[in-house]
């Protein structure tokens, strides 16, 4: 069935350093993939989101790529900072279908 | 700035007894959803809908009825409630196209 897997749970850094949170999906339809954070006790809310196969896409400093050939969506920055520290979700929606289907997320954690 | 308001934000509720979720949406969202969230599941989708009067099944409907009686307003109702639904319960709303949700700050519930 459509899935989405991440395959961190927790991962902690030290400030200034690059991060690569993993995300790959399954499905049989054409996918649109996209990031959510969820800073502490607050609501979830967009990151950001695919563009076309292999187009980089980036906001507030993150970025990330959707590559269908080998099904990911990974999420990257090259400099963390303390405030980055939150709940990441990578979720799926299907192109014929107006449903979010949500990874398990991963927790980073950043460390001065 | 989409707006999505849940009610209650906490809620104890006795093990066998009716509760009602209250979501209510001021964006003229067509789409609504409830998920739940448990460390390690993620976001879980309970219902759906696509507009007044539709429901429809996410992954995880058992336990779970919902009832969408206007554009605004989508409600999840646990009939007998269960220790195992202890969660927080986030309901949010999507346009037509599905590019973003906008989540509700959540309700706490606890089945004691």
């Known amino acids: 069935g459509d899935s989405v897997t991440q395959t961190e749970g927790l991962v902690t850094l030290t400030k200034g350093l690059p991060v690569m949170l993993n995300c790959t999906y399954q499905t049989t339809y054409s996918p649109f993939l996209f990031w959510y954070v969820q800073h502490l006790n607050e609501a979830p809310k967009l990151l950001l989101k695919s563009s076309t196969d292999n187009k980089r896409t980036e906001h507030q400093g993150f970025y990330a790529t959707l590559h269908k050939s080998s099904s990911s969506f990974h999420l990257q920055k090259s400099s963390v900072q303390l405030s980055d520290s939150a709940l990441y979700f990578c979720a799926l929606r299907m192109s014929n279908y107006n449903v979010l289907y949500f990874g398990s997320g991963t927790k980073l954690t950043v460390e001065p | 700035e989409a707006a999505v308001t849940q009610s209650p934000r906490n809620k104890v509720a006795v093990t066998g007894g009716k509760v009602t979720l209250s979501c209510n949406q001021t964006n003229n969202h067509n789409n609504m959803y409830w998920y739940r969230q448990d460390t390690g599941h993620g976001l879980r989708l309970i219902h759906y809908s696509y507009g007044a009067g539709s429901t429809e099944k996410g992954d995880i409907p058992d336990g779970y009825k919902a009832s969408r009686p206007s554009q605004e307003n989508f409600s999840l109702i646990l009939e007998l409630a269960t220790p195992s639904q202890t969660s927080v319960y986030f309901c949010?709303?999507?346009?037509?196209?599905?590019?973003?949700?906008?989540f509700g700050k959540g309700t706490r519930l606890t089945v004691v």
């Open positions: 949010a709303s999507g346009d037509a196209k599905g590019d973003e949700v906008f």
